[in-house]
């Protein structure tokens, strides 16, 4: 009970000198890393610059010590900045006070929902989310932060909060006033981020395209020809914050507070999933879910907005030989340092700067070898793909996501009403007579007995088109017995045993019977426990099929045993 509620006394055990140098490590890497990635998120989300990194020093270490995964760094990430910009934009101006209550508030409520699902042991309920529909999402949120983000690469002024399309009527209306120093700038950041990842693969990148940027913009005297400034970042430790409580302001925020609650559990399970497969480690898909939502409820109080696991943070910390959830605690107050001794030099970094870094950031969100192995093999995913991404970018956000989950939803519910039902016949080649497929091509079958397998589910979603096929193969081929091989079913409700109860009754009727054979103990524990097997009659449900065979032989007596010339199965000899 202890360990459940304080999950960090797990792994505290496992603290040793050799572990905290290589945590101490991966957390000096890990912070590095993130000092120009939170300044960019705030942006992105319309905050001011130091709440991003308020987010990358308060919420890795309450998900660290509350979460599951050893490797999984929280913090601000891109999708979810987007969404809180989308979100927060129709209520208040970015930037202002209003505003950072608003995001406070929707971190606050969207921890909730995320500690609720933990405790309701719902940690499966981010396999309903589909790796197509993040991909879309993930794609579609990049496109928005360029577009977003352009204005500063470009130099000019927009309007705050207008929709996609709109951003671009603008831009493409004042291109004339595109701004040349601001653009040499933002290029120079891009290229010297680029160039130092191809050629220092572990080098912070995005930091050194930053700072080229500023000496760029230094040299040029940048200021004096428009460029603007990001200003001087607050040197102090995160101040303490309060959510509003107003019931009009939940009630306005709820909504895409479950949609943002919902995509950071699946950036945080799927990240810490993904690491662990290669670390070895067991993941607690229920216990993540409350870390991550009390890295959130703590956070808001400690100006932090809505967070969830970073995919390039968490593979860095495992790359960088982290061993224990203390590389991220570490790499929080190794933040907290570097921004008490140099967020002074804040005031010199131009915007133009940060927009690079941010389109550099987008670029990297968008999968593109995974899209167009999706547009390639998969038209219905292709669909879901196509439909997500067109909605994240000309709807809100969050109806992206729910958009995205019920087509994936329809599409696997659609699946799964159609099972496959196979005719089987004994293979003539195979001395142990196994059962086969006929895979379209002409096999001899028993001419008494029809032997199917059905695979997948048999309930209500699906029980017409058994029922339509089986009642098919019964009028064209009057068929009188049937033996249904039950290893491929997976379940069965009880609309489903309903069913095969009426074709039962119906091919007794007609002087013959419904036969089952090899059904997993799941499958027959049910059917027994619902009365199924009185009703149907035990003399019709077999462990294995040869058992069906013999006893179905035996019932038609000399017409399968004495006229017969067919014999296909080695069990009719023993009739």
């Not at 934009?89 to 606050?108: D, E, I, M, R």
């Not at 993904?274 to 400690?302: K, P, T």
């Not at 065979?549 to 000399?558: R, Y």
């Amino acid at each position: 009970m202890i360990t459940k509620i304080f999950p960090f006394l797990n792994w505290l055990a496992l603290v040793n000198r050799d572990t905290l140098k290589s945590d101490l490590i991966a957390g000096l890497t890990g912070a590095v890393i993130v000092l120009p990635q939170g300044v960019a998120f705030a942006a992105i989300a319309g905050l001011p610059p130091e709440y991003g990194l308020y987010t990358a020093m308060v919420t890795p270490i309450i998900a660290a010590l509350f979460g599951s995964s050893h490797h999984l760094i929280s913090g601000p990430t891109t999708a979810i900045s987007i969404v809180v910009f989308s979100t927060i934009s129709q209520f208040a101006a970015p930037g202002s006070s209003a505003f950072v209550q608003y995001a406070l508030t929707l971190t606050f409520l969207a921890g909730l929902f995320q500690f609720a699902f933990g405790v309701a042991k719902l940690g499966k309920l981010v396999n309903f989310v589909s790796h197509t529909v993040v991909t879309a999402f993930t794609a579609g949120a990049a496109i928005l932060i360029a577009t977003s983000q352009l204005k500063h690469v470009l130099g000019l002024t927009l309007p705050q909060g207008e929709s996609f399309i709109h951003t671009w009527i603008d831009m493409g209306a004042q291109y004339q006033s595109v701004n040349g120093y601001v653009i040499l700038i933002a290029g120079i950041t891009i290229g010297m981020a680029v160039l130092s990842k191809k050629m220092m693969p572990k080098a912070p990148n995005l930091l050194i395209g930053m700072i080229a940027g500023s000496v760029v913009c230094a040299v040029l005297h940048g200021p004096a020809h428009g460029v603007r400034l990001l200003g001087e970042i607050p040197s102090q430790l995160p101040p303490l914050s309060s959510p509003s409580f107003s019931i009009p302001v939940i009630r306005e925020l709820a909504p895409e507070a479950f949609a943002i609650a919902l995509l950071g559990l699946i950036e945080a399970v799927s990240i810490s999933r993904s690491v662990a497969a290669r670390s070895h480690q067991r993941i607690d898909g229920n216990q993540e879910f409350i870390g991550q939502g009390l890295s959130n409820i703590v956070g808001c109080f400690f100006s932090s907005y809505a967070g969830s696991g970073s995919f390039t943070r968490s593979g860095i910390n495992y790359a960088a030989g982290a061993k224990t959830p203390l590389s991220a605690i570490f790499a929080a107050g190794i933040l907290l340092v570097i921004v008490l001794l140099i967020a002074p030099l804040t005031a010199y970094l131009p915007i133009a700067a940060m927009g690079g870094v941010i389109l550099i950031v987008a670029w990297n969100l968008i999968d593109f070898h995974h899209i167009r192995f999706i547009l390639h093999v998969s038209p219905s995913e292709s669909a879901i793909l196509g439909v997500t991404f067109l909605s994240t970018l000309f709807l809100e956000l969050e109806f992206a996501i729910y958009i995205g989950v019920l087509l994936s939803l329809i599409i696997f519910l659609s699946r799964s009403s159609i099972p496959d039902i196979m005719v089987m016949a004994p293979e003539s080649d195979d001395s142990t007579q196994a059962l086969i497929h006929s895979n379209g091509d002409p096999m001899t079958e028993c001419p008494h007995i029809k032997i199917i397998r059905i695979d997948r589910s048999i309930y209500f979603g699906s029980m017409n088109s058994i029922q339509s096929r089986i009642e098919e193969m019964l009028e064209k081929e009057r068929v009188k017995e049937m033996l249904i091989i039950g290893e491929g079913i997976n379940y069965i409700d009880i609309a489903g045993a309903e069913m095969l109860m009426e074709l039962s009754n119906t091919l007794k009727a007609k002087g013959g019977g419904l036969y089952l054979s090899n059904l997993k103990s799941s499958i027959f524990n049910f059917i027994s426990h619902i009365g199924f097997i009185d009703r149907i009659g035990e003399g019709y449900i077999f462990n294995h099929k040869s058992e069906a065979i013999i006893s179905i032989a035996a019932n038609q007596g000399a017409a399968c045993n004495m006229h017969c010339t067919h014999q296909i199965f080695k069990e009719c000899g023993r009739v």
